[in-house]
């Protein structure tokens, strides 16, 4: 069964501590890696995808990694913007539809 | 990029009552998806919508209870019936880009049931 595994469920950060979030994947002929970011009470904003390992994007403080097994989307120096649910997928077998982790909540003070 | 509208941003309704979300995008698009957010939980699939013919279930959800309309390569709406408080959660309308290279969401619908 095709599983996305995000790790840690919650992440608090110092403003300009940097980290990094984790996603892992079981599907097989991954056809691309989806990174979103959603704010409370909207829809999930679509931030990069990724397609072979070794890959990597870059927008703003985020940079996304992918790996034969799992992504990376690291956050530098972040700012308390950067606060919200992280979420990462990948299409099903069908390439129909996207199969998402429970996400990583980050949450940066001042 | 493409725009994608979705109404209500929220609702209140009655147990037992229906509730009907629209999703419009400005461009064709061949599959439209829609997704429910329960509280503190990620996405799930509830169906896929195509033109023309029925829409896809996922396992755990059939056509009684959340009856999708496609009638244009823009516009789906669904339809969650004989609300129950369990109902309670975010539903959220998708498309992928035509080479699935991208996967645009509308703003969500929270829905109370009470």
């Known amino acids: 069964e095709d599983q996305v595994t995000q790790s840690p469920e919650a992440l608090r950060l110092q403003e300009g501590e940097s980290s990094s979030l984790n996603c892992s994947y079981t599907?097989?002929?991954?056809?691309?890696l989806f990174w979103y970011r959603q704010d409370p009470g909207k829809g999930p904003e679509f931030l990069f995808t990724l397609y072979s390992a070794g890959e990597e994007k870059e927008k703003e403080r985020l940079k996304a990694t992918l790996t034969k097994k799992e992504s990376f989307l690291h956050i530098t120096a972040p700012k308390p913007e950067d606060s919200a649910t992280y979420l990462c997928a990948v299409p099903n077998q069908a390439g129909t539809a996207l199969i998402f982790g429970k996400g990583t909540t980050l949450s940066v003070s001042s | 990029s493409a725009v994608i509208s979705q109404k209500p941003s929220r609702d209140i309704c009655q147990r037992g009552t229906s509730l009907t979300i629209q999703c419009q995008v400005d461009s064709q698009v061949t599959m439209m998806f829609w997704y429910r957010q329960q509280p503190g939980q990620s996405l799930t699939l509830i169906a896929t919508a195509n033109q023309g013919s029925e829409a896809t279930y996922e396992s755990g959800f059939v056509i009684d209870k959340f009856p999708i309309s496609r009638p244009n390569l823009t516009f789906s709406t669904l339809t969650v019936s004989n609300l129950s408080p369990e109902d309670s959660s975010i539903y959220l309308c998708?498309?992928?880009?035509?080479?699935?290279?991208?996967?645009?969401f509308g703003q969500g619908t929270r829905l109370t049931v009470v």
């Open positions: 599907v097989s002929g991954l056809r691309g």
């Open positions: 998708s498309f992928l880009t035509g080479r699935h290279t991208e996967a645009f």
